[in-house]
């Protein structure tokens, strides 16, 4: 969900573009094996959706066709927050999408699969970046095919939206540069997703329910959202020793144990599929790359590969697709000057500051309410000390919690 956007604000400025994609296609609307998050709840905010209507028309009406459910904030919510219980439901003029992954997927990649000039490599992946002689700017990129010989692929922009970003991560090593002081907030987080066909008590005046935890008495959180074909989702998270289970019966008896009885009210006796997906974050971390001195153009890192949210809060797909409208803006500058491409790697880095800084802190902030949350809150640069010892890495503290995952 981040490249498909800047795909499609790239077919606009060059006569070909090459999408490397490790996957497949998901069939039948199920979840790709390159993106394990997928199979957990997905709300698109109402400011993705916004920037991902203006770079695909009228995909709101289509993705509420394909069964998307378009949800009033705040009239459709029931949000319990501990020391406030529950919150007024107010009509605060915007709406917000909820749906599995797999259906924002497919609908955005037959948007692009349709514009002539993208050609798509499937089960391809991108080994390595390749630098000038230089090593002022990236030149192409290093693909494998299964058992076949490397192919290499030239180009004049290269985005890697790979999310991990260690295409970007090596080649700054390659180059002997510094890599990026990163920011990064330990939260151990780990969540469990079920399914339900059919709820025994469905709510009456509510869509959407966030049961808050209460740390450190209760670290438990619980949220229950419709998706597509009358289903409903419900995402059990927690923290450090408190962590749902992948059971049915444990799962159940997690929401039993939330801190309100709402949630467990309300999927009690109802039809649950058997399959429980479980999805575990040591730390939220912001790479700044801005900061790298010499870091290459015609290079741009993309979504999770700069900024990597607690996907809890929903703020992920939203900035990818921001930081798309940023790349259309300055490519479209670029356009408008002869075309030159000079500094659009340090122009986009310095701009992606703006888009990434409010999203980070309201995603990381209410994560310090657990006193045993581990980093800061600023987004400020924090120098690391890691040294690279081939596949061996001396870290910090801080880093251990960003790599822990990986």
Known sequence: MAG??????????????????????????TPRSGTPQSRHLHVLLAGGLRALETLFPNLTECLIRAGAQSLAVSTDYRLERPGYGVYPQRDLGFR???MTRPLLESEVRKRVGEIGNIEFRERCRAACLMPTKDGAEVEGI??????????????????DATGHGELTQDLIDTLGLRRPAETSVGIDMGYSTATFSALSNPPQDWKILVTYADPPENRRSGFLLPVERNHW????????????PGDVAGFIEYARRLR???????VQGA??????SRYRLQASRWRRFEDVEGFPERLLPFGDTICRFNPIYGQGMSVAVKEACLLQELLEWAA???????????KFLLQCQSIVDVPWATAVVPDFLDPLTDGNTSGK???CTCVPLGTITSCCRRCRNSQADA
């Not at 998270?237 to 749902?244: F, S």
């Not at 000057?337 to 340090?346: E, H, P, Y």
């Open 4 to 29: 498909m956007p800047a795909a499609r604000v790239l077919s606009d400025f060059f006569h070909r573009v090459i999408v490397v994609e490790s996957d497949a296609p998901s069939e039948h609307g």
């Open 96 to 98: 917000v999408l909820s």
């Open 142 to 159: 290093s693909c494998t095919y299964g058992d076949r010989m490397p192919e290499e692929i030239s180009a004049d922009l290269i985005v």
């Open 233 to 244: 989702m419900v995402t059990l998270a927690g923290r450090y020793d408190t962590k749902p």
């Open 260 to 266: 309100t009885p709402t949630l467990f009210k309300a």
């Open 271 to 276: 039809e649950m599929h058997p399959e429980i």
């Open 336 to 346: 408008a000057n002869g075309g030159v491409l000079a500094d659009l790697s340090r």
């Open 381 to 383: 640069s924090q120098e």
